[in-house]
């Protein structure tokens, strides 16, 4: 098997919108790799770029070492599942699942063999007969993996093939596409908004916007270490606390409160301080970074209740934060002290929005 290589791939449909810039990255044969971004920042664009169905304006597609980018998409021997499953309406499960390796002219008895496998593996032994029009969108969902998975590709692409299923089956077929993927020696690339999808799945996440890679590494660092604001911003959830800050000597001030500024060698007069939900809580006495506020707003999550809180100021405006804090106390209006462990922080320059490394 092959890894899958994208070197500096650009893609310009007019002056006004590109939608790709520049992207280069490797998947290995044993990578499952996310493009996760926003509607409309290029993820769908790249990938079909990747299967042979967009050409793109410049750079270069390669898979194992051949220069596959003027291929067509039928000599690629890549499989693609979409969002919209396009299964063929009139055929049954047997049929669908079969029907491209019936067009590459494969042998009857592999097509039995290849077919038998992959819907023991997908369990569908018991829909074979049946048409898409008799499934659930979760078989149909399969149906439409399975006739990738036939294909023994060289590479799968699949785009958004969850959007379609409700919230509940949508992480029952997310695990199974994990587990299924996980047995394939073949780059996987998978296309997604959804950003517990691109964390749970992958083995390495490339963050988009506006055509750009944001950030490409594996999920824990995209959330532990997010390169910029937008990375920060959109990984997450609840959101991160993104607070930009006015700084004094070697503090940001928060309301009427002093945090200790990173060792960055000169200092700004504003900063932006990130900290997540969770990673606030209420202070104990060892604590020595810590403020008050009252509580204005609690969102009971089930596990969890997400209180806001105002930040003692000072000045007309107070900022808010955000905390993650247990559900067995009532902390409608409450004052409190919050700790914002060191830690646990991010800082990101103004400006540019990179994170700055101390
Ligand atoms: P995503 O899949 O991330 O939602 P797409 O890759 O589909 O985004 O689209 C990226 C941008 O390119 C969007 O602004 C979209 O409107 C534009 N775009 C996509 N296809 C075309 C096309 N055929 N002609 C002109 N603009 C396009
Ligand atoms: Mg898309």
Known sequence: MAKLELKNLNKTYNPKVIPVKDISLTVDDNEFLTLLGPSGCGKSTTLRMIAGLEEPTEGRILLGSEDITSKRPGDRNMAMVFQSYALYPHMTVFENLASGLKLKKTPRSEIQQRVTEVSQLLGLEELLQRKPGQLSGGQRQRVAVGRALVRRAQAYLLDEPLSN???????????????????????????????????????????????????????????????????????????????TLPCQERYAILGNFRIN???????????????????????????????????????????????????????????????????DQNWSDAEITLALPPQNIHWFDVQSGDALRS
């Open 261 to 327: 500024l990173p060792n960055i060698p000169t200092v700004p007069p504003q900063i932006v301080l990130g900290i997540r939900p969770e990673n606030v809580r209420i202070a104990r006495s060892e604590d020595t970074q810590t403020i008050q506020g009252r509580v204005y707003l609690v969102e009971n999550l089930g596990m969890h209740n997400l209180v806001s809180v105002r930040i003692a100021s000072s000045q007309t405006e107070s900022p808010t934060v955000r905390a993650l804090l247990p559900t």
């Open 165 to 243: 299923l409700d919230a509940l089956l949508r992480e029952r077929v997310r695990a199974d596409i994990k587990q299924i993927f996980s047995t394939q020696k073949a780059p996987v690339v998978y296309v997604t908004h959804d950003q517990t999808e691109a964390m749970t799945l992958s083995t390495k996440v490339a963050v988009l916007n506006n055509g750009y890679v944001q950030q490409l590494d594996p999920p824990e660092r995209i959330y532990n270490h997010p390169a910029n604001l937008f990375v920060a911003g959109f990984v997450g959830s609840p959101q991160m606390n993104l607070l």
